[in-house]
Nanobody, 127 residues
């Protein structure tokens, strides 16, 4: 089992920045890929970004490319999401997820590829 706890959400004005963190605990010895997803009110959860275990491969949704950056520090069992140039449409609950994606039939952007999920952190971008 892996437990994930997100932090760093909050209220920010459009054009501002936030940095989310996701701390993992439990069975962190396995090589988990890490992803960030988000869900806005009334919408389905959507993929934001993901990183392979080593961090050498990263993936981004088109809507966040060039603005968001995922990184991970495996020594600290933590993954980060740096969000710059935030827009009101980025408002959502952000969830981090862990999974052995490369051992699954799914892509990094697919929710079923991930076995563990955090409780989410709210990001609100005002216009």
């Amino acid at each position: 089992q892996v437990q994930l706890v997100e932090s760093g959400g909050g209220l920010v004005q459009a054009g501002g920045s936030l940095r989310l963190s996701c701390a993992a605990s439990g069975r962190t010895d396995s090589m988990y890929a890490m992803g960030w997803f988000r869900q806005a009110p009334g919408k389905e959860r959507e993929f934001v970004t993901a990183a392979s275990w080593s961090g050498g491969s990263t993936y981004y949704a088109d809507s966040v490319k060039g603005r968001f950056t995922i990184s991970r520090d495996n020594a600290k069992n933590t993954v980060y999401l740096q969000m710059n140039s935030l827009k009101p449409e980025d408002t959502a609950v952000y969830y981090c997820a862990a999974g052995q994606v490369e051992r699954s039939p799914y892509h990094y952007s697919d929710s079923p590829a991930y076995d563990y999920w955090g409780q989410g952190t709210q990001v609100t971008v005002s216009s």
